[in-house]
């Protein structure tokens, strides 16, 4: 291991650099992107890039972005971030609160918002690029900055890969990633092995047969079916998965009919489900499918219901070893009071589909972003759950110290890799 994890010489951001990107924060955040839509800010990234002596490729897997900077012979690091916002209205109040628009992809109007925190990683990484590129006396290697879309519907690494983004740049050494989170601003949270839950989304279309409202017997009712249905699904994790194991699974969207005295021909689903093996995910999706047929049959229904996959997460398995080296750098960074061990999360990610498309290890951390001190009256008075947190319309992390915290804990991570000069 090195003997200088002080990251060979790389200084913390300074008070300019924060100054500056605190005003690129402020930006992205009042102007989301929606996922696979982010050509303004791959377009900022790009530019930072450029201005800080990478060679940049753009237009990958659609709006994807890669900065390389090679710098002598040496191991090849992979930084994350990504970059896309959700189809939500935000209610945090802030005076750069998004007050954007558009169309999702399901072709519906939307208000959009950066509801979980991906415009903090990408200024994260911008200001890693550049203290980086400032400092190429103090180490060798090749930095690979990888400005990922469209994280939130899973599209945007498998869209990446599938570009040939494997043959097209060097492989790297180790894959690095880190997430925003609901933990106290400037603590870091680490898991070895699962970090999180494999995601899995679908949609799901119920044929009824439609009639009008005063003649229910000659309908097949849709809305009814998928009532029960929705009741139904949540027996498959109180009654088919073990107490041992652990599941998820939410019916987000329910969608049926036009007016109050007509009774449908269909009705729409959308559900989630987060499960941490791959045998309970197998369960409980083989679970879903079985409820939703058979309450199509037991309510006469004249054809049987579509599938159709929305999105598909792995699991976020970080490298044992890899782990081990990262954390030991943060710990002499920032102490191990500020470094702890948490526990694997339900949220999902599409991180790990790098470290798998090259077969070398990745590792995936989480920086808090609540204000320590509202973090710990919550605490005290037993409302931590109450806080705001990701993909919540009032959830934004307090730029101080977050932003500065997250550029020191991707220096730490990739020193730890980098050769020293």
Not at 115 to 129: E, S
Request: proline residues 6%.
């Amino acid at each position: 291991m090195q003997k200088d994890p002080a990251l060979h010489g790389l200084p913390d951001p300074s008070p300019a650099l924060l100054a500056e990107l605190v005003g690129v924060y402020r930006d992205l955040h009042a102007n989301p992107e929606l996922s696979m839509q982010e050509k303004r800010t791959a377009g900022i990234a790009a530019t930072w890039l450029r201005r800080c002596g990478y060679d940049v490729t753009e237009g990958i897997g659609g709006t994807g972005v890669v900065g390389l900077l090679r710098n002598g012979d040496g191991p090849t690091v992979l930084m994350r971030a990504d970059m896309d916002a959700l189809p939500i209205k935000e209610s945090t109040g802030l005076d750069y609160a998004s007050d954007r628009t558009g169309t999702d992809r399901f072709g519906q109007a939307t208000s959009i918002a950066h509801a979980c925190g991906h415009d903090m990683h990408v200024v994260w990484l911008m200001g890693a690029t550049q203290i980086l590129a400032d400092n190429r006396s103090a180490w060798r290697g090749t930095v690979m900055a990888v400005f990922q879309p469209g994280e939130e519907t899973g599209q945007g690494a498998r869209a990446m890969i599938e570009d040939g983004m494997v043959k097209r740049f060097p492989k790297p050494d180790v894959c690095l990633g880190q997430h925003v989170m609901p933990l106290p601003a400037g603590e870091i949270g680490w898991r070895a092995g699962t970090m999180l839950s494999a995601g899995d989304s679908w949609e799901v279309t119920l044929f009824g047969r439609g009639a009008h409202g005063s003649m229910p017997q000659k309908s097949v009712d849709p809305v009814v079916m998928a009532a029960a249905a929705v009741m139904r699904l949540q027996t498959v994790v109180s009654r088919e998965v073990a107490m041992t194991d652990s599941a998820v699974v939410t019916v987000g969207t329910m969608q049926a009919g036009t007016n109050e005295n007509i009774i449908p021909d269909r009705a729409l689903l959308r559900l989630n489900v987060r499960t941490f093996k791959d045998e309970v995910r197998a369960r409980v999706l083989g679970a879903i499918k079985r409820v939703l047929e058979a309450e199509a049959a037991a309510s006469g229904a004249p054809k049987p219901p579509a599938f159709s996959v929305l999105s598909e997460f792995p699991l976020t398995r970080n490298d044992a070893a890899a782990t081990r080296k990262i954390v030991a750098a943060l710990e002499q960074r920032f102490g191990s009071a500020r470094v702890r061990e948490v526990g694997p999360a339900t949220a999902s990610e599409d991180f790990g589909l790098f470290g798998t498309a090259w077969n070398v290890p990745s590792v995936f951390w989480v920086v808090g972003g609540i204000d320590p001190e509202t973090y710990r009256t919550a605490e005290k008075a037993g409302k931590v759950d109450e806080l705001p947190a990701n993909h919540a319309p009032n959830f934004a992390p307090v730029i101080d110290p977050t932003l500065g915290t997250g550029i020191a804990t991707m220096l730490a991570a990739a020193g730890a890799w980098l050769q020293p000069a």
